[in-house]
Nanobody, 115 residues
Framework: QVQLVESGGGLVQPGGSLRLSCAFS????????MGWYRQAPGKQRELVAT???????NYADSVKGRFTISRDNAKKSVYLQMNSLRPEDTAVYYC?????????WGQGTQVTVSS
């Protein structure tokens, strides 16, 4: 059973940076597509960024040029580097692992962008 544990969230000022990490266990990491999603209060969960097993990335338009997703197969981890953060980036960020259309989710980490 896949388990995902996120870390790295916190409070940051507008324009600042954070790096989220997601540790994967319980499966063969390198064959999973991985992603980051977020959910703001009162809103639906939305895609932030994904990375395939082959390293192809995809981003929501709202974060293109500011966020970077990456993976380290040796460490069984996926990362989200977030730069130029805005108040509207405030949300709970969730790590996702997908294989054959089956999803696993982490518990989420809070990111708050505020002065």
């Amino acid at each position: 059973q896949v388990q995902l544990v996120e870390s790295g969230g916190g409070l940051v000022q507008p324009g600042g940076s954070l790096r989220l990490s997601c540790a994967f266990s319980g499966g063969l990491f390198r064959i999973y597509a991985m992603g980051w999603y977020r959910q703001a209060p009162g809103k639906q969960r939305e895609l932030v960024a994904t990375i395939t097993s082959g390293g192809i990335t995809n981003y929501a338009d709202s974060v293109k040029g500011r966020f970077t997703i990456s993976r380290d197969n040796a460490k069984k981890s996926v990362y989200l580097q977030m730069n130029s953060l805005r108040p509207e980036d405030t949300a709970v960020y969730y790590c996702n692992a997908n294989k054959n259309f089956a999803d696993s989710w982490g518990q989420g980490t809070q990111v708050t962008v505020s002065s």
